[in-house]
């Protein structure tokens, strides 16, 4: 059994590097566990032949002074960069042009240089599957797949309501866990195709409405530095990836395959993969910034908690940090 420490967190997700960031900087020991072998959560980016692919979230926006200055010294830095003020919208078979709005952020590096950043100086623990919680006398103890125990006197779960619920219902109160069950995400199945030739278009990204079968499709490349080789990201929607669950991702890859050329034309794709995303997106959220029992020192965090978007994670995880 590890050290105890004041706080253990469950999941390396945005929310849960805020949270561990920020009482970690107050003076508290933190420890965070994940059952992945990096940190991010969908904030992720594979290697991809000779790319780098952002195959979970895509890019973030910031209107609070609190991420606007991870995102300022992202910028100073190089890791951030202004990626678009507007994109194109596919309606009606058409695309259509649309006024210039906010910034939208990439990282040349790929996505997952956020999490890296917030992850900085914090003890992480990944590869650390967590099957069990418990509270003992000694605190919260967290036991891993592989027999190791984790101790720490407050709980905190960044972890999908689902999982979180299949985890910690003994723990947490009736109402808390009636209260949590309301908060849903949806899925997502990605598509991933590797160009031997960029398509001949202006887009950095396409935003698609009441397409049969996609919402999202990005000229991945275009956030990395020129020459990087030219790659294409796809979601399908959520009715469509409800209806394709379960099918293997070689069957899911080919019909994404099929209909994105049926979207854009004939590609040169020399790599393709689909990845499924089950908890994606939420559609109803907790309808606070977060979960907290003072009297059982147990909180939870994520984008789930007041409705999805980058930003919304990290000021989850932050804001929970303020009130414990």
Known sequence: MSDVTDFLVIGAGLAGLAFARQVQAQGASVRVLDKGRGVGGRAATR???????????????TRSPEFQAIVEEGLASGWVREWYRSLPEWRDGAIHTRP?????????????????????????????????????????VATAKDGRAFVGTTLI?????????????DLLLPEAAEQ?????????????????????????????????????????????????PPV??????????????????????????TELENLLGPLAITQCQAHRWRYAKPITALGQPFFWDSARQLGACGDWCEGGRVEGAFLSGYKLAEVV
């Not at 999908?160 to 985890?167: A, G, K, R, Y």
């Open 100 to 140: 210039e709005g906010h910034p939208r952020y990439a990282c040349p590096e790929g996505i997952s240089a956020l999490p890296k950043f917030l992850a900085q100086g914090l003890d992480i623990v990944t590869e650390a599957e967590v099957q069990g919680l418990e509270w003992e006398d000694v605190g919260y």
């Open 180 to 228: 949590i069950a309301t908060a849903t995400l949806e899925p997502c199945w990605a598509f991933m195709a590797l160009l031997e030739a960029d398509i001949p278009v202006d887009w950095p990204a396409l935003e698609l409405t009441d397409h049969p079968v996609f919402s999202w499709v990005a000229r991945d490349h275009t956030k990395r530095e020129p020459g990087a």
């Open 157 to 169: 779960l960044n972890v999908p309501p689902v999982q979180l619920l299949t985890l910690a219902t």
């Open 47 to 61: 290697r991809f032949g000779a790319a780098r692919v952002d195959h979970g979230a895509q890019f973030f926006t």
């Open 232 to 257: 294409l990201v796809a979601h399908a929607h959520a009715r469509w990836t409800l209806a394709h669950l379960e099918e293997s991702q070689a069957t899911v890859e080919a019909a994404l395959r």
